[in-house]
């Protein structure tokens, strides 16, 4: 089969079921397939309408294995910027998303849609995971910052951007059109929402000078709807607390904090049977929980979304769709055992629409 009868053979299999979905005749179907059959006769490629991208991204929320948040799928904010051309105006669609998607904390789940790949050229690229992300800094003695953003702090620095060296400088953002050489953008500080961590009950803990961003805002991975890929697609929901508190603030290999919190608590470190770790890190993601609601900015307990998670199951069944997921994604890192989810077995068959992960550009084979 070749790549025109593949795309064919996926744009017919989602325009039918885009369509079935939104309730449209058949008659409206075979004529829109029809239409498509022809563009890609003539030019090896289609053009979803707007119609078609929003609920082709909102089908792929829904198809997303590894995400817990699906209840919410139907409520995605669409931004369709396939028309922009250059890297400022695509650097400047990037700042009205974390605008629109921080909303001043009450965080609404949104994508922005750039210039999908047309006949096997890539015409938008973000290098950046997140549009919003700490840089990391490796020292002699230490890590300062994100460990996680080192490779691409260090492409970042190539590129003649400079950091303040703080463990929470917010790095630019990175754009790449047409495969020329990318442009970075600072993003303004004023439109980045951070919060401060306290803890309810333990006064010291502010002394450790934790703050997180408000919205995660995945920017490296690939959307793909009826074979048409678009490599530029960010986009975002709220955060689970263990995002942040048992894994981005907990991780040994991140910002490594529950040594440290735990011997602020007092805590017997000197063997893993006191579970030390354990006690640090429920309290750490009490700390976070406690500071987003504090700060007013949209955020979920794992217990909660685990909940939201049953429900899209059951919804999903009445619609009589099939729920596939990631059951080592879908466990929360902070007592799985206590949610439903850990006692289920799920189908981790990939689903299109969805969200595939992509080669970091700035990372060598």
């Given at each position: 089969m070749?790549?025109?009868?593949?795309?064919?053979k996926e744009?017919?299999t989602?325009?039918?079921?885009?369509y079935?979905?939104?309730?449209?005749?058949?008659?409206?179907t075979?004529?829109?397939?029809?239409?498509?059959?022809?563009?890609?006769?003539?030019?090896?490629?289609?053009?979803?309408?707007?119609?078609e991208?929003?609920?082709?991204?909102?089908?792929?929320?829904?198809?997303?294995?590894?995400?817990?948040?699906?209840?919410?799928?139907?409520?995605l904010?669409v931004?369709?910027?396939?028309?922009l051309?250059?890297e400022?105006?695509?650097?400047?669609?990037?700042?009205?998303?974390?605008?629109?998607?921080t909303?001043?904390?009450?965080?609404?789940?949104?994508i922005?849609?750039?210039k999908?790949?047309?006949?096997?050229?890539?015409?938008?690229?973000?290098?950046?995971?997140?549009?919003?992300?700490?840089?990391?800094?490796?020292?002699?003695?230490r890590?300062?910052?994100?460990s996680?953003?080192?490779?691409?702090?260090?492409?970042?620095?190539?590129?003649?951007w400079?950091?303040?060296?703080?463990h929470?400088?917010i790095?630019p953002?990175?754009?790449?059109?047409k495969?020329?050489k990318?442009?970075?953008?600072?993003?303004?500080?004023n439109?980045?929402?951070?919060?401060?961590?306290?803890h309810?009950?333990f006064?010291?803990?502010?002394d450790?000078q934790?703050?997180?961003?408000?919205?995660p805002?995945i920017?490296?991975m690939?959307?793909?709807?009826g074979?048409?890929?678009y490599?530029a697609?960010?986009?975002?929901?709220?955060?689970?607390?263990?995002?942040i508190?048992a894994?981005n603030?907990?991780?040994?290999y991140?910002?490594?904090?529950?040594?440290?919190?735990?011997s602020c608590m007092?805590?017997?470190?000197?063997?893993?049977?006191?579970?030390w770790?354990?006690?640090a890190?429920?309290?750490l993601?009490i700390?976070?929980?406690?500071?987003?609601?504090?700060?007013?900015?949209?955020?979920?307990?794992?217990?909660?979304?685990?909940?939201?998670?049953?429900?899209?199951e059951?919804?999903e069944q009445?619609?009589?769709?099939?729920?596939?997921?990631?059951?080592t994604?879908?466990?929360?890192?902070?007592?799985p055992?206590?949610?439903?989810?850990?006692?289920?077995?799920y189908?981790?068959?990939?689903?299109?629409?969805?969200?595939?992960?992509?080669?970091?550009?700035y990372?060598?084979?």
């Open positions: 070749n790549s025109r009868e593949q795309l064919w744009a017919e989602f325009i039918r079921n885009c079935k979905e939104l309730a449209k005749s058949d008659i409206d075979e004529r829109r397939l029809q239409e498509i059959k022809a563009e890609i006769e003539a030019n090896g490629f289609y053009e979803h309408t707007y119609e991208l929003e609920h082709g991204a909102r089908m792929a929320w829904r198809n997303s294995n590894r995400c817990i948040g699906r209840l919410f799928w139907q409520t904010h931004f369709d910027a396939r028309h051309e250059t400022e105006e695509i650097a400047e669609s990037l700042l009205q998303h974390i605008e629109f998607a909303n001043k904390g009450k965080i609404r789940p949104a922005t849609v750039f999908p790949v047309e006949n096997g050229v890539e015409n938008v690229r973000i290098w950046n995971h997140q549009l919003i992300r700490y840089a990391g800094y490796e020292t002699e003695h890590v300062i910052g994100d996680s953003s080192i490779s691409f702090t260090k492409a970042c620095e190539r590129m003649g400079k950091g303040e060296r703080t929470f400088d790095l953002l990175v754009i790449q059109v495969g020329r990318p442009k970075w953008f600072e993003i303004p500080k439109i980045i929402l951070e919060v401060p961590i306290e309810p009950e006064s010291w803990f502010q450790l934790l703050k997180w961003y408000a919205v805002i920017s490296d690939c959307l793909e709807i074979g048409i890929r490599t697609a960010p986009f975002n929901g709220w955060y689970m607390e263990t995002e508190g894994r603030f907990a991780d040994d991140r910002y490594n904090m529950l040594p440290k919190i735990a007092g805590l017997d470190m000197s063997t893993n049977a006191t579970l770790k354990d006690k890190l429920i309290e993601n700390a976070v929980l406690h500071s987003y609601k504090k700060a007013g900015v949209s955020i979920v307990d794992h217990h909660t979304a685990a909940q939201q998670f049953k429900l899209f059951q919804k009445q619609a009589c769709r099939h729920v596939t997921g990631d059951w994604w879908l466990i929360p890192p902070v007592s055992a206590t949610t439903h989810i850990f006692h289920k077995n189908d981790n068959t990939t689903v299109t629409p969805n969200y595939f992960y992509q080669k970091r550009p990372e060598k084979a």
